[in-house]
């Protein structure tokens, strides 16, 4: 099983947040609706990563509109740190790309192998 990137969380998060406020319930439902389930981060993964992008200043909270439901936006700060984070992700999905290829080659799936390559090749261009 593959597990998910470390860093995944903070990256979606303020991705997500740089489009539209959400609160962490929002933003966990859009996690798993973009990832097709594959992926479902907790609460306490979902409240952790929003308190400590709030701390350091890369989110705002915004006004309570329905009771208690506190909802979020990027801020122009969050905007920079997007900025940085995304091209580490690239290189990250590179190096993922790598070993994936290196997994399907051992597990007798050269043709999965190429594949992944292939689209390495078009992302590194």
């Not at 996690?31 to 979902?46: E, K, L, Y």
């Not at 801020?75 to 290196?102: F, N, T, W």
């Amino acid at each position: 099983m593959i597990g998910v990137p470390k860093g995944l969380l903070r990256l979606a998060a303020l991705k997500l947040l740089s489009s539209s406020s959400l609160s962490g319930t929002d933003l966990a439902e859009q996690i798993s609706r973009i990832t097709d389930g594959q992926w479902n981060p907790g609460p306490g993964s979902v409240y952790l990563i929003l308190g400590e992008l709030l701390e350091k200043g890369f989110i705002t909270e915004l006004a309570k509109r329905e009771g208690n439901v506190r909802r979020y936006i990027v801020s122009g700060k969050g905007k920079e740190e997007l900025k940085r984070i995304s091209g580490q992700a690239e290189e990250d999905v590179l190096r993922q790309l790598s070993l994936l290829a290196a997994y399907s080659s051992l597990s007798g799936r050269e043709d999965i192998q190429r594949k992944i390559l292939s689209a390495a090749d078009g992302i590194s261009k």
